[in-house]
């Protein structure tokens, strides 16, 4: 597979055109940039090697301990980390449940170590403000991150399907 850092010149190289073409597509600079900074987060920290032991994996610092479970889970290169659509996918719905479970444990821990109740009411108040402010983003911006979190990753996946056919085709000549 190639290595880590050419999977890093590779989004690196993708961010201006990304960012040029979604300009003109929408003729929307916040769009442009939310694309081109998902495409850019999706190929450093986002990308299907979460799976295993890698750089984009390090590059959590602590809050790598956030991706054990799904290294536990997902088989190194399987469809649900390095498949075109569904990988983004999984790792999106994952990411999301993590977050709120870290969300919730915080309130739980802050309620518990300042001795005080209504730890669930609390919890309940932060997860409707959550749910109205996510309601209240635009469409056309939950569409751009996900291309470019999609974008960003899938070109990892593409990335290696090359280099696998390369190496194929090598060994053949
Ligand atoms: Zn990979």
């Known amino acids: ?18 960012f040029l073409l979604t300009h003109a597509l929408t003729g929307s600079r ?17 990308n299907p090697d979460l799976d295993i032991r890698s750089k984009p994996y390090a590059r959590w610092g602590p809050l790598r301990v956030l991706w054990w479970p ?8 399987s469809r649900l980390s390095h498949g075109l659509l569904l990988g983004t996918f999984v790792r999106t719905v ?5 977050l709120a479970l870290l969300g919730a444990t915080g309130i ?4 518990a170590l300042h001795e005080q109740p209504g730890a669930s009411e609390s919890a309940r108040q932060a997860f409707d403000l959550l749910k109205r402010w996510l309601l209240s983003v635009e469409r ?6 996900w291309f470019g979190l999609w974008w960003g990753s899938a070109a990892h996946t593409l990335a290696d399907w090359l280099w696998s056919l390369w190496t194929q085709t090598k060994r053949l000549l």
């Open 30 to 46: 916040d769009l442009a940039w939310l694309v081109t900074l998902a495409t850019l987060f999706s190929g450093f920290l986002f």
């Open 94 to 98: 994952y990411l999301s449940i993590m």
């Open 140 to 145: 056309r911006y939950w569409l751009a991150l």
């Open 70 to 77: 799904y290294q536990v889970l997902v088989r190194h290169r």
């Open 108 to 111: 739980v821990l802050w309620h």
């Open 1 to 18: 597979m190639p290595r880590a850092r050419t999977h890093d010149a590779i989004t690196l190289a993708l961010a201006p055109p990304t």
